[in-house]
């Protein structure tokens, strides 16, 4: 498929769960079993005030990446996790007045063809809070590399979350994040 046919908008994440958890899966490499445990999180975390999704779609309408956040609270999860690492390396003030990007997933046929970065770049351009962080798993791969082009760095490496096998990174960046043109 032509990405040029692919398009970037707000998606009613709720109603697309299903379908965005397929791409995640697939991203990710998640069981059925973490898929059932996102489902709900995801649906959460959209109740939560100003969060909002965006979707990259083909012209037949299928969900081929998303991207959803919010205005951080300390009091969320994630926060109470990451704040003892960030603190420990003098960046917990990140955690406010930042907006989280909780998710992004690109479908893996899909990748690799900047929709990633669109999909990133359009949503914190909605954000009013003036710096964005995220986590992402703690090595080396093309996500986090997109992540440091568009001007996030490490706040906290070797973060372990309860659940997860691996160790992730805290990263921020302010706001807006760069874009290729900068990076001349």
């Known amino acids: ?12 994440l709720a109603e697309r ?17 973490e898929v059932a445990v996102r489902h709900h999180i995801v649906l959460r975390h959209l109740r939560n005030p100003g969060a909002r999704a965006y979707g990259a779609t083909t012209a037949e309408g299928r969900l081929v990446g998303f991207v959803y956040g919010m205005p951080n609270d300390r009091t969320h999860w994630w926060s109470t996790v990451v704040e003892p690492y960030l603190r420990a390396n003098g960046n ?39 710096r ?17 082009s568009l001007g996030y760095c490490d706040l906290a490496r070797q973060v372990h979350f309860p659940s997860a096998a691996r160790p992730y990174a805290v990263m921020g960046a302010p706001l807006p994040l760069l874009r290729p043109a900068a990076l001349n």
Not at 132 to 148: H, M, Q, V
């Open 1 to 12: 498929m032509d990405d040029a046919e692919i398009t970037i908008g707000p998606v009613d």
């Open 17 to 33: 769960v299903d379908e965005a958890l397929a791409v995640q899966a697939l991203a990710f490499g998640l069981s059925d079993d």
């Open 92 to 130: 917990d003030r990140w955690l406010d007045e930042s907006f989280v990007i909780t998710e992004l997933h690109v479908h893996p046929a899909h990748q690799g063809r900047g929709l990633g970065r669109e999909l990133i770049t359009t949503i914190t351009d909605t954000a009013a809070e003036p």
């Open 132 to 148: 964005s962080i995220l986590s992402a798993i703690d090595t080396e791969s093309p996500a986090r590399g997109l992540y440091r």
